[in-house]
């Protein structure tokens, strides 16, 4: 499949119904942004000749990447003069454009999602739009959902490593001949904790005849566990 700059490009050079203003505009930023020299720089006056300035611009020196990826659209421009007139127009249009240099050209960009979008749909690039729309809602859906499995892993991590912990007292408890000076409720619940090393509080509380809260098995947990810490 073609790549989105190219299909961006496409996109815009079927553009072809404008009013004369508009069309000078186009060709003047073609010429341009084509690395033509130019004695007086043409200014676009009117808000749909800016528009089409900048398609002209981007068709002759401009590329995007492709919105699955990342969000950025480039004009390369032959001097700073060029530079300054596009971010001018950009500005105008409520973008925030900004400059680098690159092989000694500056290069006038855009950074960010939603104003990648704004400069297509302006240009005339709607289809473009609609793909880039399209993938930044999949990205904000995807990020959710890895943002949900991150969280839920280290809630798993946290539990397993609790449980560790309290295994290891428990044999600490043991192996310094505790365990069976322990309180009923507290040796039954070291038992319970080693017959089951992963359950969870409310599962290891409900093994107990007769069962005990989760809050109850947390309190006995960590008795066992201080008490391990004092051997
Ligand atoms: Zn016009």
Redesign the pocket.
């Known amino acids: 499949m073609a790549s989105f700059a190219s299909r961006v490009k496409s996109e815009l050079q079927g553009v072809t119904r404008?009013?004369p203003?508009?069309r000078r505009?186009q060709n003047a930023a073609r010429r341009i942004y084509a690395g033509g020299q130019q004695d007086v720089l043409f200014e676009?006056k009117?808000d749909?000749?800016a528009r089409?300035f900048l398609r002209g611009a981007f068709l002759a020196a401009g590329t995007v990447s492709d919105p699955a990826k990342s969000y950025h659209l480039e004009i390369t421009c032959p001097g700073e003069r060029e530079a300054v007139l596009l971010l001018t127009l950009m500005e105008r249009c409520g973008m925030e454009p900004k400059e680098m240099v690159r092989k000694g050209m500056p290069v006038v960009y855009i950074k960010e999602g939603q104003q990648v979008r704004d400069l297509l749909a302006m240009m005339g690039a709607t289809v473009a739009m609609m793909d880039l729309e399209n993938a930044r809602i999949l990205k904000g859906v995807r990020g959710n959902v890895n943002r949900r499995v991150n969280c839920e892993t280290s809630n798993i991590n946290k539990a397993v490593a609790a449980g560790m912990k309290q295994i290891r007292a428990i044999r600490a408890l043991e192996a310094a001949g505790e365990l069976d000076t322990l309180s009923d409720g507290l040796y039954d619940i070291a038992q319970a904790r080693l017959a089951h090393p992963d359950a969870t509080l409310e599962e290891l509380g409900q093994t107990l005849v007769p069962p005990v809260s989760k809050s109850g098995v947390n309190h006995r947990l960590r008795k066992l566990c201080e008490m391990a810490e004092q051997l």
Request: positive net charge; glycine residues 0%.
């Open positions: 404008m009013p203003h508009c505009a676009p009117k749909c000749c089409a």
